[in-house]
């Protein structure tokens, strides 16, 4: 029969070795900016797949996405073209492309570095065009161990 602190150090040698889930939450401040930004899982040694779907914002005709280490200060910024929920002071990529039908996709290389898993990160999109811009929903993102591999 084991020890009360063996089968303690037991148990806690099989939550250590368990794999740490990637996670991505919506932050939508007050409600104000539309929810047009959707992420992936991320985690480590995979593609982070970002999609924005600009159909509800019209004469849209282009996409950037901000990837920042923090969330606004004080939760939210309200600007004329919606709330800024990221802090774009901690920018770590600033992505922008056309539009394709309403749609674009972003894709962000996650490091294989056991040091940014667990790690979390804010994204936004702001949507624009000739006469709008639009801030859309922000993502807060919870790198995960890599994926198992396939056969």
């Known amino acids: 029969m084991l020890s009360a602190s063996a089968a303690a150090f037991l148990s806690l040698a099989s939550i250590a070795q368990e794999p740490a889930?990637?996670?991505?939450?919506?932050?939508?401040?007050?409600?104000?900016?539309?929810?047009?930004?959707?992420?992936s899982i991320p985690a480590a040694d995979?593609?982070?797949?970002?999609?924005?779907?600009?159909?509800?914002?019209?004469g849209a005709q282009g996409a950037m996405l901000v990837l920042s280490a923090s969330p606004?200060?004080?939760?939210?910024l309200d600007t004329d073209f919606g709330q800024v929920l990221i802090?774009?002071?901690?920018?770590?990529?600033?992505?922008?492309?056309?539009?394709?039908?309403?749609?674009?996709?972003?894709g962000i290389p996650v490091p294989n570095d056991p040091a940014v898993i667990g790690e979390t990160y804010y994204a936004?999109?702001?949507v624009y065009?000739?006469?709008?811009?639009?801030?859309?929903?922000?993502?807060?993102l919870r790198i995960?161990?890599?994926p198992p591999l396939r056969d």
């Open 124 to 126: 936004q999109a702001l």
């Open 72 to 76: 606004w200060p004080t939760g939210a």
């Open 129 to 140: 065009g000739q006469t709008a811009y639009q801030l859309c929903n922000a993502l807060e």
């Open 87 to 106: 802090d774009p002071k901690t920018r770590i990529y600033n992505l922008n492309r056309s539009l394709n039908v309403d749609r674009v996709q972003f």
């Open 144 to 146: 995960g161990d890599a």
């Open 46 to 58: 995979t593609m982070w797949q970002a999609k924005i779907d600009a159909s509800m914002i019209p």
């Open 21 to 39: 889930r990637g996670e991505v939450r919506t932050l939508e401040g007050d409600g104000s900016n539309p929810i047009c930004l959707a992420g």
